[in-house]
């Protein structure tokens, strides 16, 4: 009998005995019944069977081309097979095992399913494909933890702009998803599980740089924080997928294996535990693809809400499961919502509707097969509750599907009834026109006056602006002058004296300064300075009224005449290009403080962070960083100078941007 050939299940041929005694290669081998015998080798193919035994043959090839098939393709009636099969495993077995069940993110609910096997052999299998399955993500989670101190000292050049912390209730775990979602920390922020177990409280406000937030709110809560994934040569810091800072209550931070911390969230979810929901939450926040492939398939099989959380984290972040764009699905979210905004709403049911409206608000409004998802959002009634109107909101703002007759209807209510609804329906709104010639805002006929509730609100003067109001349609409304000046900064016209009114019944300088560098950084200095000019002032309110522009960086350092009585002025020349001895001068100042001098103590410290602020925004960072090694030195034998200068340099100047924390404002 001569050799033949096999067909095997992927479709390919392989060696095996022949097919028939007649099957020859040969010219007298009638043509119709080679035919016949080669459509007929895929009906004696072996079954899916074939390829777990063949794990166990005798002959080498066999074995590698069994584990390389199974490792592209393993069938559902194969897995429950290849569990038996891990029970009794030799040793390379075992390692071919392995390799099956590490080769795609999509079997990682299989291997957690190995973990629940009485055999320890399976066990001990089912780890080595779950460390396996994770180095493919990233090679670096054998390595330890890297704590927070260090963390912040690789971060710190690297955070921009001040981000504005409002005051907020609520449990500290939601109030750290809102810091993930808004602050750029520049890495994914995952929070434990151990987090969630703090009670709601009241949380003050708090200004400064997305690292900074986070460490105040750690202190505040008696946290701590470390970097995942980083190499040991702390090489490709955000560079990489599989980078995350974990946040952990302290009874927590022992663990700090990366893959252990992994594999405990994991195991928590399949086992559908008391912190299930948190656990899943902290696996989508890391970024790894295989959890959301099996909350996928968890939700669409038993909808559970378990996964769907997952899910909406993850999209809350920018990475959207398909099942989320499917309009069924949408419609048991919405469903979810209106369950919970019409019962009794508590601390936990206030988060889910904030984690659904946040999620949702990230997936596209339009699904894969065409349907227009955002028709789901804009149904509401008369009678739909606060909170599921305020969720809606939020998705078609995030959707830019806002043009419909819900935000109609909630703007035409009037701010009074309900500011932060009110705003919510304007952003909708705005950010669906946004670049339409149909911005008119007069249609809306929303009384003015009753904006005085809401002028400091941020992102309203933009949001005006863009619907197409003007500073002069404001001109009767007292208490509305920095949003007229912010109104006309915009349309380009003149804003001194509505600046300097504002001024002047403030404290002088504290409240403007900051919102002249937000100027400045979004419009450019030489358009904030054109803007002012239209100003006539005596020569004692004109001194006064320029330092603030040169303070905040409208005018440029040392335009206004000699400073060198005035120490903030001078830290600002001494930020300059050729300000290496005037910040030579500010170094003998500190070496001569007085620790009893308060007012000069506070001034110094300004100071110097003002000579931060002018090396940082004129790009002269070899400059800040000799600069910080002489502030060090200066300081290293005092401990006074020390915790004056602790948290030198600051963070740069830029943009402030207020923090949305949603429902946990007070």
Not at 434 to 461: I, K, M, N
Request: glycine share 8%; aromatic share 6%; hydrophobic share 45%.
């Amino acid at each position: 009998m001569t050799r033949g050939y096999q067909a095997e299940t992927s479709g390919s041929l392989r060696e095996g005995p022949a097919v028939t005694e007649t099957l020859r290669y040969g010219p007298s081998m009638p043509l119709a019944t080679l035919l016949l015998a080669l459509f007929s080798l895929p009906l004696l193919a072996a079954g899916p069977a074939d390829d777990l035994l063949e794990l166990s043959s005798v002959d080498a090839r066999t074995r590698e081309l069994a584990t390389r098939r199974l490792c592209a393709e393993l069938r559902p009636e194969q897995e429950l097979a290849l569990i038996a099969l891990a029970g009794e495993a030799d040793f390379e077995l075992e390692r071919r095992i392995t390799r099956i069940l590490a080769a795609r993110d999509e079997r990682l609910p299989l291997i957690l399913e190995l973990f629940g096997d009485k055999s320890s052999h399976s066990r001990l299998i089912a780890r080595a494909a779950f460390v396996e399955l994770l180095s493919r993500w990233n090679p670096s989670y054998a390595t330890e933890a890297i704590s927070g101190e260090r963390l912040k000292s690789l971060l710190y050049h690297s955070q921009r702009g001040l981000v504005h912390l409002p005051a907020s209730v609520g449990k500290p775990a939601a109030l750290f998803e809102r810091l993930a979602q808004g602050a750029r920390l520049g890495l994914p922020l995952v929070i434990d599980r151990g987090v969630d177990l703090i009670p709601s409280r009241s949380m003050s406000s708090f200004q400064g740089a997305p690292l900074e937030l986070l460490d105040e709110l750690c202190a505040q809560n008696k946290l701590s924080y470390q970097l995942h994934g980083l190499p040991v040569d702390a090489s490709g810091l955000g560079q990489s997928t599989g980078q995350w800072i974990r946040v952990s209550a302290a009874r927590d931070a022992g663990l700090s294996s990366s893959d252990e911390l992994l594999l405990l969230w994991a195991l928590r979810v399949r086992a559908g535990a008391s912190d299930a929901l948190a656990s899943a939450r902290a696996l989508a926040n890391t970024g790894w693809p295989a959890p959301l492939l099996w909350f996928e398939e968890r939700w669409r099989e038993r909808g559970d809400r378990v996964a769907l959380s997952g899910l909406l984290t993850a999209a809350s972040k920018g990475r959207c499961a398909l099942v989320l764009t499917e309009l069924d699905t949408q419609i048991a979210i919405r469903e979810r919502l209106d369950e919970l905004a019409e019962g009794e709403v508590d601390q936990q049911a206030m988060a889910e509707i904030e984690e659904i409206a946040r999620g949702i608000a990230r997936v596209a409004s339009r699904s894969a097969t065409g349907e227009d998802l955002s028709e789901v959002w804009q149904s509401a009634s008369r009678e739909t509750p606060r909170l599921g109107l305020w969720a809606r909101l939020v998705v078609l703002e995030g959707q830019r599907s806002g043009a419909c007759e819900l935000t109609r209807r909630v703007l035409s209510e009037g701010v009074s009834r309900d500011p932060e609804l009110w705003f919510r329906a304007l952003r909708a709104l705005v950010a669906d026109l946004q670049g339409s010639s149909d911005l008119d805002w007069t249609e809306l006929e929303f009384p003015l006056d009753e904006l005085v509730g809401l002028a400091t609100r941020p992102g309203l003067g933009r949001a005006l602006h863009q619907l197409g109001m003007e500073s002069g349609a404001l001109s009767a409304c007292a208490g509305l002058e920095l949003l007229r000046a912010e109104l006309a900064l915009r349309e380009g016209e003149s804003c001194g004296e509505l600046l300097y009114s504002a001024w002047m019944e403030s404290e002088r300088g504290a409240a403007l300064e900051p919102l002249l560098v937000q100027w400045r950084v979004e419009f450019g200095r030489s358009r904030v300075a054109l803007a002012l000019k239209d100003l006539e002032l005596s020569e004692e309110e004109a001194e006064s009224w320029e330092r603030l522009l040169e303070l905040s960086g409208v005018l440029r350092p040392g335009s206004t005449g000699d400073a060198g009585d005035d120490l903030q002025k001078l830290a600002c020349r001494a930020g300059g290009a050729g300000g290496a001895e005037l910040r030579g001068l500010l170094l003998e100042e500190l070496s001569m403080v007085d620790p009893s001098a308060s007012e000069e103590l506070e001034e110094l410290w300004m100071a110097w962070r003002r000579v931060a602020w002018a090396l940082q925004e004129s790009g002269q960072e070899e400059a800040l960083r000799s600069f910080e090694i002489q502030t060090a030195a200066e300081a290293v034998e005092n401990e006074f100078l020390r915790e004056l200068l602790r948290d030198f340099p600051p963070a740069p100047r830029g943009l402030h941007k207020a923090l949305d924390v949603g429902l946990l404002r007070q």
